[in-house]
């Protein structure tokens, strides 16, 4: 990288959900340097090759979910890149977001960066929130943005660019479905 040019970061970001009856919630984050379409690809091979396909995470057998997450492992799939916090409940939405991005974000940072952040579901009030509490703890932030469905992407403007295509989802299974193919009717 040129010196003076910003090194761009991309994070996605999941969350277990607002459960009344869990007694945690759990923040993951992946945050990468780097090409976003391999990745991508690797785990949509093992998603096809353990049975986990195109079906929700937590309405997958106990089985495929082993085996996918072993694969994931043995491949090394995103190492150094994964970044989560377990928080006992009842926590306020935001602080475990911005603990886990502030953690992730400055670990893999190099020199001047700037991070994208798409987190799955959040509306426009909160990302505005979620950046500005971010940039007040000194994040470089280009911006966060949410993702309504997994197949949505948030960087469509970088993806006009000839950029790698970025989802909603990256690494772990609850965080990276597979897009479903669009059936002809």
Request: proline content about 5%.
């Amino acid at each position: 990288m040129a010196s003076g040019q910003k090194q761009k970061l991309y994070c996605y970001v999941d969350e277990t959900g607002q459960d009344p009856t869990a007694k945690f919630f759990v923040v993951v984050a992946i945050v990468s340097r780097d090409q976003q379409e391999l990745p991508r690809e690797a785990l949509t091979a093992i998603e096809r090759k353990v049975g986990t396909g195109h079906k929700k995470w937590h309405k997958v057998r106990s089985e495929p979910r082993l085996k996918y997450l072993e694969r994931v492992l043995q491949q090394h799939l995103a190492a150094g890149q994964v970044f989560y916090g377990c928080f006992d409940k009842p926590v306020p939405y935001f602080f475990p977001f911005i603990e886990v991005l502030e953690r992730g974000i400055k670990s893999v940072a190099r020199g001047n960066f700037s991070a994208r952040v798409c987190v799955d579901g959040i509306d426009r009030q909160k990302a505005k929130k979620l950046t500005n509490a971010l940039r007040a703890r000194g994040v470089s932030l280009k911006l966060v943005k949410g993702a309504r469905t997994r197949a949505q992407t948030c960087y469509k403007r970088e993806q006009k660019r000839k950029t790698p295509k970025i989802g909603a989802s990256f690494c772990c299974p609850w965080l990276f479905p597979s897009r479903r193919p669009i059936s002809a009717k």
